[in-house]
């Protein structure tokens, strides 16, 4: 009988016994894990922890914020180094005893917000208890960092006043010692190291003091200001001194004259540039900053169209100035508005190679017509190249534009790509496969038609009903009536008597009654215009019965009874206008 080896037989014996021995040592080390926190990654480990977490709980009172994301390890709280979750300071929840002298170091915020929730601009504590905060928090690490509502109203005056009175004590001290007055200490600055930088309802004044205070050479940021902006130049901004501003977008500015600036004159420009406002007077820019402008290819740009009239100046051939989307804003003034003229600028052999377009209108109500319109269409089909998308809006209704640009579509022959043509969000571009037509009947057909009599009329008229697809003849030669002639629209179950008295006693558009895709998918006018209303984002609305996307616009048929009690057949067409136009001695840009 043949012997195994002494060697498999040891091995053979010890298996089981080392087996357990390495799931011992795995239990083990699985339990230290979870016994001990991962300093190096995901907690904080301060002296100042307790007091942090106390800091940030105290906002949790003044509103439904949360406070600091925390883990409870050994039942001692660790603050997470990065905070996923928004995190707000609301000023008011704060005195200066209840902040701390630190905060724990090393928080990483996804969102942090600072903000004052009080309508009292003139507390002279916000000051104070900015500045106890910032020095507590030493250096602030976030993605995004905003302030809001943090303004001081009463803080210019205070440093004017502080400042004659230094002036005064540096006089004085100078006769009484004959020295040189030794330079001020300068201030305690906050250091930040974020990405994004939103100031919201600050004016331009208390914007100044946190350039004072904030410490911004180690970010490269994307800055965002909305409202309370009143400055006659950009200049204001050099002095945030950041690496670099990639990103610059300021809403509601007041009073701007010029784009002078060291970030535009000197460069490095932003990739992203909105300087947005309802009152526009003549921007001024500097060749440099022209030259500058121009040689630079943006993401985005929004400018007031007295700027953008420099930017292209036709005196200047320079090629073409490439954006990726563009908004324009034009402001017409009243003289202007009373003579229905919207400025032009011309832009000589230059082009502009945009892919979106937005042309905004203020003070547009009443004046905006349709041949202002049509002219603003041929400008923008002379002077741009590339054109994907295009939008002409306004804060106000157009009304005096909506009747014409809902039967009228466009074409611009310079811009073969072009996909969309939105007037006040009204699609208008034109497309060779249409939707329709959609059958329509006045009140007195479809009470005939419910009766089955309307083919019969029609005959008896020698209406047209060649103009009908062979489904909507059906429909309406069918003999014989049918449940349902009191209720026509099956969304707002308007009667029939309801829709007689409206066009008998009210001005305005006719209640007619529209049979889309099925009869049993019918609405009236008003219905059917809050169906295109909703439709107009997606551009389409969808048959209720059949479910089959009707695009819009479309055309209709419509079926009425003529003054001399006749009945008629008449379809209607969109206009198809195209551009540029050819201009004549009388055309161009007002002067």
Known sequence: MESKPGGYARKATITPAWRQLKWLMVLLYMARCTEEPDTATNYITSSWTEQTIQFFSL???????????????????????????????????????????????????????????SPDRENPARRLLMKKMLKSFGTICSRTLTLCNLD???????????????????????LLTSKEPEDKKPEHRCILKIRNLNIVLVTTTTIGWWQRHLDLSQSRI????????????????????AKSIDRLEIYGLYKLKTMKCKLLQ?????????????????????????????????????????????????????GHLTVDNLTISITSYREEADRGLVRLPEFGDNLAMVKSLCLEFYRTDGFLTCNALLRALD???????????????????????????????????????????????????????????????????????????????????????????????????????????????????????KLKYTNLYYCGPRADIYILDHPDDRAC?????????????????????????????????????????????????????????????????PS
């Not at 001081?152 to 004085?172: P, S, Y």
């Not at 994307?222 to 001194?241: I, P, Q, T, Y």
Request: charged share 20%; aromatic share 8%.
């Open 266 to 318: 000197d460069g490095p420009l932003p990739n992203v540039l909105v300087l947005e406002s309802l009152f526009y007077p003549d921007v001024d820019i500097s060749p440099q900053i022209v030259q500058n402008m121009r040689s630079k290819h943006w993401k985005r740009l929004h400018i007031p169209m007295s700027a953008w009239g420099k930017l292209m100046n036709p005196s200047m051939h320079f």
């Open 525 to 589: 006018s008003r219905c059917l215009a809050f169906l295109v209303e909703d439709g107009r984002e997606v551009g389409y609305i969808r048959s209720r019965t059949t479910n089959k996307e009707i695009k819009l616009p479309f055309t209709k048929i419509r079926i009425s009874q003529n003054s001399q009690g006749g009945f008629e057949v008449l379809q209607s067409y969109l206009e198809v206008l195209s551009f540029p136009r050819q201009r004549g001695p009388a055309q161009g840009s």
């Open 152 to 174: 001081i109203h009463d803080l210019k005056v205070c440093a004017q006043i502080t400042q004659q009175m230094n002036r005064g004590l540096r006089f004085l001290r100078g």
């Open 59 to 117: 906002s949790q009172s003044q509103g439904l914020y949360a406070g600091l994301e925390t883990s409870q390890i050994l039942g001692e709280p660790h603050i997470l180094k990065r905070q996923s979750a928004p995190v707000h300071i609301i000023l008011e929840a704060y005195t200066l005893e209840s902040i701390p002298e630190e905060l724990a170091e090393g928080i990483v915020f996804e969102a942090l917000t600072i903000e004052s929730i």
């Open 379 to 497: 400008w923008v089909s002379r002077q741009f190249r590339d054109l994907e998308v295009l939008a002409l809006s306004s804060g106000y209704k157009l009304s005096t534009v909506t009747k014409f640009i809902e039967e009228t579509q466009f074409v611009i022959e310079t811009n073969p790509g072009l996909a969309s043509i939105k007037v006040n969000g009204i699609e208008c571009v034109h497309r060779t496969e249409q939707s329709g037509p959609i059958l329509c009947l006045s009140p007195e057909v479809w009470e005939l038609y419910t009766q089955g009599k309307l083919g019969e009329e029609l005959t008896r008229a020698g209406a047209d009903l060649s103009q009908l697809t062979p489904e909507q003849e059906a429909m309406v030669m069918r003999l014989g009536g049918f449940v349902g002639c009191d209720m026509p629209c099956l969304i707002c179950f308007s009667i029939l008597d």
């Open 222 to 241: 994307n800055l965002v200001m909305r409202g309370w902006v009143s400055s006659d130049s950009l200049e204001f901004l050099d002095r945030f001194k």
